[in-house]
C-alpha cells in the first residue's frame, strides 16, 4: 500500500522543475501542505491540478479592489500587493516591473509607455465594466490578456440614473443644499413628475436596457439610439439617429463607451437641438460630454439640469481635491444650479463590487492556472477542459504567436513527437493563441518544448502548465 508521502509525490514531484529564462515560462504545482488527512481530502474532492507554483505569482491590486476578489486571490497562495488608491505614472512604471498579475479599476492608465515596463505581466484584471483605461492592442501584441466584469454592475448604474431623473425633475439637490444652510425654499416652478415624460437612451447595451424597463415602470416613455440595431425591450422604441433622440427626449442619459467616436458626442451643436429645458444625464465616460458646452448651455437655461458621475480628469484617491488644477471648468460647473456631480460611483455598490470580486478574480485564476482565456477582452477566447489529477504527466502548451502563415506546422513539427491530447488554436487580427496538452511528458521534454516554441521568430508568449 502506498504511504502517504508517495501519495503526495505526483502533485510535489511537479514543484521540482522551473525555467530560469522567463517566469512566464514554466508554472507548476504547490507543495501540499497542512495534515495528510486534510490534503488528502483536498485531493479527493479537486478534480485539477493547480500547475504552476502558486509562491511565485505576485500581483498588484490598486484602486480598493473589493475583499471577495482578494480573498480568492489570497486562496490560491499568490503574493497579493493591495493599495486602495491609483498610483502617478512613474510609482506605477517601478510597481509594474516585476508582477504577473496587475488589477485595477477605472483610473489606472495602462498604457504602452507603462505596459511596455511590465516584462513579466501575464494578464490585467479591471475590475469594472470599462477598459478603456487599458491600451488594449498594445496588451495584446505583448500577450498579456485583459480581463473585465462586463454586466455585474449594470443595474446599480441604473439605479442610480433613474434616481437622477427625479432628482432634476425636483430640483432635490438644490432643495437639500438650501435646507442645510438654513434656507426654507418650497417652491413647485419647473418641478415636474416623471410620467408621461421621454427618456432617451443613448447607447442600448446592458445599462442602457436595464434603465429602459425600470423607467417604463414608473410611467416614462422610453427611446433610444445605438450604432447597432437592437430589439427593444417592452414598448422602446429605436430611433435611426441621435439627433431625433434629442429632438424627442426629455432626459437624455449616455450609455456608451470611451471611444474617438463618442469623444464630445453631445456639444454645443446637440445641446441646441435639444427640447427647451431638458436634462442631461452621464454616467458613462467624462470624455462623452463636452463640458464647457453643457456649461454655457445651462447657464442660457436651455437645459434645466444635469447629473454627472464621470469626468474627463478624475482624482486618484478618496480626500483628493477635484479642482480647477484637474479639470480647468471644476469651478463653473460648482456654481451651477440643479447639477448633481458625483464621484463615479455608479457601480459602487456592495452587490456590485462583490460581484466583480468573485468574477475577474476566478477569470484571473483560470487564466493564470489553466490558460483559459474565455472572457478575454483583447485575446481570443480559448478553453480547454482542465488536466486532471489522474493525468499526472500531462503538460499544457500555450503558444501566443503572430498570426502568420504557417505557425501551426512550426508547432506540430514540435509536438509532432509528442502525444497531443487535444489542441485548440484561434486568433483575432494579428495574434492567435494556441493550447495544447501533450501526454506523457518528462521533464526533460517540457524543456525542450518549450526552447523550441520559444524560439520561433512568431513567438509572443509561450507557457508551460503542469
Ligand atoms: N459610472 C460608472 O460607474 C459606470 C459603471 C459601469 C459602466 N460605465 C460606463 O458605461 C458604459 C456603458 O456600459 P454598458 O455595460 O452598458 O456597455 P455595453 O457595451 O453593454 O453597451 C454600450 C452600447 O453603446 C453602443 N454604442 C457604442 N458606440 C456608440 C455610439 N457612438 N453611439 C451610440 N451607441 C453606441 C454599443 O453598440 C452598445 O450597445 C461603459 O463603457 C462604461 O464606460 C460607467
Ligand atoms: O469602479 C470603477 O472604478 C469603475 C466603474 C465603472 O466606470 C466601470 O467601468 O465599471
Request: with cysteine; aromatic share 6%.
Amino acid at each position: 500500500m502506498a504511504t502517504p508521502k508517495e501519495i503526495l509525490n505526483p502533485l510535489r514531484n511537479s514543484v521540482s522543475y522551473s525555467l530560469d529564462a522567463s517566469p512566464t515560462a514554466t508554472f507548476h504545482s504547490p507543495p501540499a501542505t497542512g495534515s495528510f488527512m486534510a490534503s488528502l481530502a483536498m485531493r479527493a474532492a479537486a478534480k485539477q491540478l493547480k500547475p504552476f507554483n502558486t509562491e511565485d505569482i505576485k500581483i498588484l491590486l490598486l484602486e480598493n479592489v473589493n475583499q471577495t476578489g482578494r480573498d480568492i486571490l489570497t486562496a490560491q497562495g499568490y503574493q497579493v500587493e493591495f493599495l486602495k488608491t491609483s498610483l502617478p505614472e512613474d510609482q506605477l512604471i517601478e510597481k509594474i516591473k516585476d508582477v504577473h498579475v496587475i488589477g485595477i479599476r477605472s483610473k489606472t492608465k495602462l498604457t504602452a509607455k507603462v505596459l511596455q515596463e511590465a516584462k513579466n505581466l501575464l494578464v490585467i484584471g479591471c475590475f469594472c465594466i470599462g477598459t478603456n483605461q487599458v491600451d488594449l492592442e498594445y496588451a495584446a501584441k505583448q500577450g498579456i490578456a485583459v480581463f473585465n466584469s462586463p454586466f455585474a454592475n449594470s443595474r446599480s448604474v441604473a439605479e442610480l440614473v433613474i434616481a437622477e431623473i427625479i432628482t432634476l425633475a425636483r430640483q432635490l439637490g438644490d432643495r437639500s443644499l438650501e435646507m442645510h444652510r438654513g434656507t426654507w425654499n418650497k417652491v413647485s416652478n419647473k418641478c415636474w413628475e416623471v410620467r408621461g415624460k421621454t427618456l432617451g437612451i443613448v447607447g442600448y447595451g446592458h445599462i442602457g436596457s436595464q434603465l429602459s424597463v425600470l423607467a417604463e415602470a414608473m410611467g416614462i416613455s422610453v427611446i433610444y439610439y445605438d450604432v447597432v440595431s437592437l430589439m427593444a425591450i417592452g414598448t422602446a422604441r429605436q430611433v435611426p439617429t441621435l439627433d431625433a433622440l434629442l429632438d424627442e427626449a426629455d432626459f437624455v442619459t449616455l450609455h456608451v463607451p470611451e471611444t474617438p467616436e463618442t469623444k464630445n458626442l453631445l456639444s454645443t451643436k446637440q445641446f441646441e437641438l435639444m427640447k427647451d429645458g431638458a436634462y442631461v444625464i452621464n454616467a458613462s465616460r467624462g470624455t462623452v460630454v463636452d463640458i464647457p458646452a453643457l456649461v454655457k448651455a445651462m447657464r442660457a437655461g436651455k437645459i434645466a439640469g444635469a447629473a454627472l458621475d464621470v469626468f474627463p480628469n478624475e482624482p486618484a484617491a478618496n480626500g483628493d481635491y477635484f479642482t480647477t488644477d484637474l479639470n480647468g471648468w471644476a469651478e463653473e460647473l460648482r456654481g451651477l444650479n440643479n447639477i448633481i456631480l458625483t464621484p463615479h460611483i455608479g457601480g459602487s455598490t456592495e452587490e456590485a463590487q462583490r460581484a466583480i470580486g468573485i468574477e475577474v478574480a476566478d477569470a484571473l485564476v483560470r487564466y493564470i492556472n489553466q490558460g483559459t482565456t474565455l472572457g478575454s477582452v483583447n485575446l481570443p477566447e480559448v478553453n480547454m477542459r482542465s488536466i486532471t489529477l489522474d493525468e499526472s504527466n500531462h503538460a499544457r502548451i500555450i503558444y501566443i504567436h503572430r498570426n502568420v502563415p504557417g505557425v501551426l506546422r512550426k508547432v506540430n513539427e514540435i509536438l509532432g513527437d509528442h502525444n497531443v491530447d487535444k489542441q485548440i488554436s484561434d486568433s483575432k487580427g494579428d495574434i492567435a493563441y494556441l493550447m495544447a496538452d501533450v501526454s506523457d511528458v518528462r521533464h526533460e521534454d517540457i524543456k525542450d518544448i518549450y526552447d523550441s516554441l520559444d524560439s520561433l521568430s512568431s513567438r509572443i508568449m509561450t507557457r508551460v502548465l503542469y
